[in-house]
């Protein structure tokens, strides 16, 4: 029996890439309130586009955005941070990692799948 093994296409890669690039420009110039959120769609991109045993991969765009995040309220803010820009880039950071915590669950649960169909049948 081959074993085959899955392997992400460069091509959702790519696109996360070019999603997080967009949405950091964004950021830096439309209100707070509105680009941070944005974060959240390459993180679910390589959630969803990625196979199981890739997990590494959702992890590493997820820190890309958490440092753009914080990067962007801490080296990028030209007006003085506010209370509710703080709390609105948490909430940001807060969704990006619970993404991540649900697509861990769910490829460490498709990973189970996929083990118990290569056992033998009795």
Known sequence: MKRSRLKTSPLPIMLAGLLTASVFALDLYAPATIATVLYVAPVALIAMWSPPGHASLVVIIAAMCTALTVGKL?????????????????????????????????????????????????
């Open 74 to 122: 801490a080296y990028f803010s030209l007006e003085p941070i506010a209370w509710a820009t703080v709390s609105n880039h948490v909430l940001a950071v807060c969704a990006l990692w619970t993404i991540v915590l649900v697509s861990l669950v769910r490829k460490r649960r498709e990973q189970r799948a996929h083990w118990i169909d290569v056992l033998p049948r009795l």
